[in-house]
């Protein structure tokens, strides 16, 4: 499949090593944002948008994870960029796996935010698929989104959590569906060895879409790699707890 020309943005200054971050499917750039003003200060952070989310275009799917690796390096090379830190949350860890492995030489950290390399088997991708091709976002908005946010921070911040449920509805249903076949069945673990490059994984406490465990495995397999559970958060961790996890974000890819 031909190349898809993501929407990006950059923030920091131009002369700071540069962090990609990879935002999970179902959410934008705009889910970073709680990073920005800690990361900026010693990062110039290139964020993008997947397929059909924001104003990146949607072709018909289905889509592969070379489909879309390959949209990020068109980035990368666009840009220039021969040296960068990679973040990647939720669902974007693996693509953020995927460049790591793609240009070992040319990735300086890794980072994964309540990260996955694989397809969580809790999650029927090709019925998520065909509900939201039949019904649109909204079908299966509430379902999704519900291991977001602990139900205390939905009580405290019911102003965010609106925010991110209505960017979610506004996605391409061709775009996320296309996503979801890249993700049916996916699984990087055998590749997870090769990852030569300091790596932090992050896991939130109470994330019933990718619980503590799955991050413990992720990080025993990639040599060398630091594991932090994040308390009283659920997936979105980098929102619900964005203090701990720019402090430990910085520490990793910050100097």
């Given at each position: 499949?031909?190349?898809?020309?993501?929407?990006?943005?950059?923030?920091?200054?131009?002369?700071?090593?540069?962090?990609?971050?990879?935002?999970?499917?179902?959410?934008?750039?705009?889910?970073?944002?709680?990073?920005?003003?800690?990361?900026?200060?010693?990062?110039?952070?290139?964020?993008?948008?997947?397929?059909?989310?924001?104003?990146?275009?949607?072709?018909?799917?289905?889509?592969?994870?070379?489909?879309?690796?390959?949209?990020?390096?068109?980035?990368?090379?666009?840009?220039?960029?021969?040296?960068?830190?990679?973040?990647?949350?939720?669902?974007?860890?693996?693509?953020?796996?995927?460049?790591?492995?793609?240009?070992?030489?040319?990735?300086?950290?890794?980072?994964?935010?309540?990260?996955?390399?694989?397809?969580?088997?809790?999650v029927s991708?090709?019925?998520?698929?065909?509900?939201?091709?039949?019904?649109?976002?909204?079908?299966?908005?509430?379902?999704?989104?519900?291991?977001?946010?602990t139900p205390?921070?939905?009580?405290?911040?019911?102003?965010?959590?609106?925010?991110?449920?209505?960017?979610?509805?506004?996605?391409?249903?061709?775009?996320?569906?296309?996503?979801?076949?890249?993700?049916?069945?996916?699984?990087?673990?055998?590749?997870?060895?090769?990852?030569?490059?300091?790596?932090?994984?992050?896991?939130?406490?109470?994330?019933?879409?990718?619980?503590?465990?799955?991050?413990?495995?992720?990080?025993?397999?990639?040599?060398?790699?630091?594991?932090?559970?994040?308390?009283?958060?659920?997936?979105?961790?980098?929102?619900?707890?964005?203090?701990?996890?720019?402090?430990?974000?910085?520490?990793?890819?910050?100097?």
């Open positions: 499949m031909t190349v898809v020309p993501l929407h990006y943005r950059f923030d920091g200054s131009r002369h700071a090593p540069v962090a990609l971050l990879i935002p999970p499917l179902g959410t934008k750039w705009s889910v970073w944002e709680p990073q920005m003003p800690e990361l900026t200060r010693t990062l110039r952070v290139l964020r993008v948008n997947h397929r059909g989310h924001g104003a990146t275009p949607a072709p018909e799917g289905p889509y592969t994870l070379d489909d879309l690796g390959n949209d990020v390096l068109a980035v990368l090379d666009g840009c220039g960029l021969d040296r960068y830190s990679v973040i990647g949350a939720g669902t974007g860890g693996a693509l953020a796996t995927w460049v790591a492995l793609s240009r070992p030489a040319q990735v300086r950290r890794l980072a994964y935010v309540a990260g996955t390399t694989g397809a969580p088997p809790a991708w090709s019925k998520l698929a065909d509900q939201v091709l039949g019904s649109g976002m909204a079908a299966v908005s509430a379902e999704t989104t519900r291991a977001w946010f205390w921070f939905v009580e405290e911040r019911p102003d965010v959590v609106a925010r991110l449920v209505a960017e979610f509805e506004g996605i391409s249903p061709v775009g996320y569906a296309g996503h979801c076949a890249a993700l049916d069945g996916l699984d990087q673990r055998l590749s997870l060895a090769r990852i030569r490059v300091s790596t932090l994984v992050l896991s939130a406490a109470h994330d019933p879409f990718l619980p503590p465990g799955h991050g413990r495995r992720l990080a025993d397999a990639i040599p060398g790699a630091r594991f932090e559970v994040i308390p009283r958060a659920a997936h979105l961790v980098g929102i619900e707890r964005a203090e701990r996890v720019n402090e430990l974000l910085m520490a990793h890819v910050g100097g």
